[in-house]
């Protein structure tokens, strides 16, 4: 054990140098790091809610607003089905989460169940051969359509995962760097959003559904005769903000949806200079788009937001070009976070802000300092008592390994870019308390070895060899916790686990390798008779 081969020489050097390189930016200001040469790494960690200040947010994903929708979708589906097959049908209605309807001629039921289960009834996910959606007739001609409940189920979870991904991409265009974006429990959402001090924009931008639809308005019947409750059948009454009226009767089916759109960027109107909303369809929306407003000329159309009608401008000409631009009441930070929201893509679902949290930039500074107190306090007492326990030589090599061990902790954690948080400080000041154990295990070995009567480079030998198995074992185990922690924990124990990880692969490393090449080389340098730790 104590001759070196050269693989772990060179180990041990480019060990240091990775080291030295990736963990000297940490200590670098922002503009050292910029004058630093190009071969040189600049990342840095980052810091996180807790040590920078910022905003944490726990969002509730609506999951029953997501299932009153798709009821709603499917009432539309079955009456534009229906239609389209000349099937004579009418109460069609939506109640106890089901929906129904009547088939006027009894002859046409069956045609009427297989076009329904052909047509609405998608495949369902897991199952083969199974649908859905259950298409069945209950006698007296009426027709009953339910989601199965593994189908609502997949699509809750579903609406969950895509809600954490365009949180994220709406977070990554304010310009927060490193957001903490995970699921907790089964339809909640913790957001933490480091030095983001308005927790307020951050909530509107992030609880905005942002679901874009562009609608064609209903004129057969005037808005009085609407409100008073005389709407059209596949029609709604939506609230307006397009500065004209407060209240617009429009056509509950969607020509052309905010998922069709590839671009959505804050421009100027070029002849008034006020701000409005450029967007451009991608090829299906571009197409559906043309054909609507070719078909619809001198009528108008509503573009809707969130139930809301922003705009209702009227087709004066087919729209081919796949583009076009949304106007309103808007300010130019209006406009922008709109086209923000559009371009980072709408919500499946409504959010609930369950808890909203501000940490001050003050607090992180105090909680990076105790972090620091802590380690350098934690640091000189295992200094102390390793010099006590095992001398200058031994004891201060073991110091050298720990030193070692935390410059890699920092490297690694700078390579990738991790976010350092006050647990994360714990798990480290934890891995430098627990690293010395491989060196006591190790010294104590040797000590039993000479003892009992063995050579010097004997008992040193044996004192790396038979020691190895415990230092792995208990390596192992502490590892497999931190791996535990990191799957099933959540916030401040995946920074505590996540450093820990580390911690544990460089503790073994430093501990075993570096402390090894470091005796060995005054092994060879003073040859000595007997080892200074007896």
């Given at each position: 054990m104590m001759n070196l081969s050269r693989w772990k020489v060179i180990a041990v050097i480019v060990s240091v140098i990775f080291g030295v390189l990736f963990a000297l930016p940490v200590a670098l200001p922002q503009s050292a790091r910029d004058a630093l040469p190009a071969f040189m790494p600049r990342q840095t960690l980052n810091l996180g809610l807790d040590l920078q200040g910022g905003s944490y947010l726990l969002l509730e994903v609506d999951t029953d607003a997501l299932r009153v929708e798709k009821l709603t979708n499917l009432?539309?589906?079955?009456?534009?089905?229906?239609?389209?097959?000349?099937?004579?049908?009418?109460?069609?209605?939506?109640?106890?989460?089901?929906?129904?309807?009547?088939?006027?001629?009894?002859?046409?039921?069956?045609?009427?169940?297989?076009?329904?289960?052909?047509?609405?009834?998608?495949?369902?996910?897991?199952?083969?051969?199974?649908?859905?959606?259950?298409?069945?007739?209950?006698?007296?001609?009426?027709?009953?359509?339910?989601?199965?409940?593994?189908?609502?189920?997949?699509?809750?979870?579903?609406?969950?995962?895509?809600?954490?991904?365009?949180?994220?991409?709406?977070?990554?265009?304010?310009?927060?760097?490193?957001?903490?974006?995970?699921?907790?429990?089964?339809?909640?959402?913790?957001?933490?959003?480091?030095?983001?001090?308005?927790?307020?924009?951050?909530?509107?931008?992030?609880?905005?559904?942002?679901?874009?639809?562009?609608?064609?308005?209903?004129?057969?019947?005037?808005?009085?005769?609407?409100?008073?409750?005389?709407?059209?059948?596949?029609?709604?009454?939506?609230?307006?903000?397009?500065?004209?009226?407060?209240?617009?009767?429009?056509?509950?089916?969607?020509?052309?949806?905010?998922?069709?759109?590839?671009?959505?960027?804050?421009?100027?109107?070029?002849?008034?200079?006020?701000?409005v909303v450029s967007f451009r369809f991608n090829g299906q929306g571009a197409r559906r788009f043309a054909d609507a407003t070719t078909q619809n000329v001198n009528r108008r159309f509503a573009i809707i937001l969130d139930g809301k009608v922003i705009s209702a401008p009227s087709i004066n000409e087919p729209i081919t070009g796949g583009s076009g631009q949304i106007s309103g009441n808007f300010t130019t930070e209006s406009a922008n976070d709109l086209a923000l929201l559009l371009r980072a893509g709408a919500l499946p679902a409504p959010l609930n802000v369950e808890e909203q949290r501000t940490v001050g930039a003050e607090l992180g500074a105090d909680a990076v300092r105790a972090g620091m107190i802590s380690t350098i306090v934690g640091f000189v007492a295992i200094l102390i008592f390793m010099l006590l326990s095992y001398g200058l030589l031994f004891g201060g090599i073991s110091v050298i390994a720990l030193l070692a061990n935390a410059l890699l902790i920092v490297a690694v954690m700078s390579l990738f870019q991790a976010t350092l948080t006050l647990p994360g400080i714990a798990g480290l000041i934890l891995t430098l308390a627990v690293a010395v154990d491989a060196n006591v295990l190790i010294y104590e070995r040797m000590r039993d070895e000479l003892r009992s009567g063995r050579s010097v480079i004997s008992a040193m030998d044996a004192g790396f060899s038979r020691a190895m198995t415990t230092i792995?074992?208990?390596?192992?185990?502490?590892?497999?916790?931190?791996?535990?922690?990191?799957?099933?924990?959540?916030?401040?124990?995946?920074?505590?686990?996540?450093?820990?990880?580390?911690?544990?692969?460089?503790?073994?490393?430093?501990?075993?390798?570096?402390?090894?090449?470091?005796?060995?080389?005054?092994?060879?340098?003073?040859?000595?008779?007997?080892?200074?730790?007896?």
């Amino acid at each position: 054990m104590m001759n070196l081969s050269r693989w772990k020489v060179i180990a041990v050097i480019v060990s240091v140098i990775f080291g030295v390189l990736f963990a000297l930016p940490v200590a670098l200001p922002q503009s050292a790091r910029d004058a630093l040469p190009a071969f040189m790494p600049r990342q840095t960690l980052n810091l996180g809610l807790d040590l920078q200040g910022g905003s944490y947010l726990l969002l509730e994903v609506d999951t029953d607003a997501l299932r009153v929708e798709k009821l709603t979708n499917l009432v539309e589906d079955v009456r534009t089905t229906l239609r389209d097959e000349k099937i004579v049908f009418g109460d069609l209605r939506q109640s106890n989460g089901e929906v129904s309807v009547l088939i006027t001629d009894p002859a046409q039921v069956n045609t009427a169940v297989n076009t329904l289960r052909t047509s609405v009834a998608g495949p369902l996910v897991g199952a083969a051969g199974g649908r859905d959606t259950i298409v069945e007739s209950t006698g007296g001609g009426r027709i009953r359509l339910a989601f199965v409940p593994e189908a609502l189920n997949a699509e809750a979870g579903k609406a969950v995962e895509q809600s954490i991904e365009i949180i994220r991409r709406r977070i990554d265009e304010l310009g927060t760097r490193e957001p903490t974006i995970i699921r907790q429990g089964v339809n909640r959402i913790v957001v933490q959003a480091p030095g983001e001090s308005d927790p307020e924009r951050l909530k509107a931008i992030i609880g905005q559904t942002a679901k874009l639809t562009f609608q064609m308005v209903d004129d057969s019947v005037s808005l009085e005769e609407a409100a008073a409750g005389r709407v059209p059948p596949g029609s709604e009454l939506l609230p307006s903000e397009d500065g004209y009226s407060t209240i617009l009767l429009v056509k509950k089916r969607a020509l052309v949806t905010g998922e069709m759109l590839t671009d959505a960027q804050q421009s100027f109107e070029q002849q008034t200079g006020a701000p409005v909303v450029s967007f451009r369809f991608n090829g299906q929306g571009a197409r559906r788009f043309a054909d609507a407003t070719t078909q619809n000329v001198n009528r108008r159309f509503a573009i809707i937001l969130d139930g809301k009608v922003i705009s209702a401008p009227s087709i004066n000409e087919p729209i081919t070009g796949g583009s076009g631009q949304i106007s309103g009441n808007f300010t130019t930070e209006s406009a922008n976070d709109l086209a923000l929201l559009l371009r980072a893509g709408a919500l499946p679902a409504p959010l609930n802000v369950e808890e909203q949290r501000t940490v001050g930039a003050e607090l992180g500074a105090d909680a990076v300092r105790a972090g620091m107190i802590s380690t350098i306090v934690g640091f000189v007492a295992i200094l102390i008592f390793m010099l006590l326990s095992y001398g200058l030589l031994f004891g201060g090599i073991s110091v050298i390994a720990l030193l070692a061990n935390a410059l890699l902790i920092v490297a690694v954690m700078s390579l990738f870019q991790a976010t350092l948080t006050l647990p994360g400080i714990a798990g480290l000041i934890l891995t430098l308390a627990v690293a010395v154990d491989a060196n006591v295990l190790i010294y104590e070995r040797m000590r039993d070895e000479l003892r009992s009567g063995r050579s010097v480079i004997s008992a040193m030998d044996a004192g790396f060899s038979r020691a190895m198995t415990t230092i792995i074992d208990a390596n192992v185990t502490t590892i497999l916790a931190a791996l535990i922690m990191f799957q099933f924990g959540a916030g401040p124990v995946k920074g505590f686990a996540w450093t820990l990880s580390i911690g544990v692969v460089t503790s073994v490393f430093t501990a075993v390798l570096i402390t090894q090449f470091l005796l060995a080389l005054w092994f060879r340098t003073a040859r000595p008779k007997t080892l200074p730790i007896v």
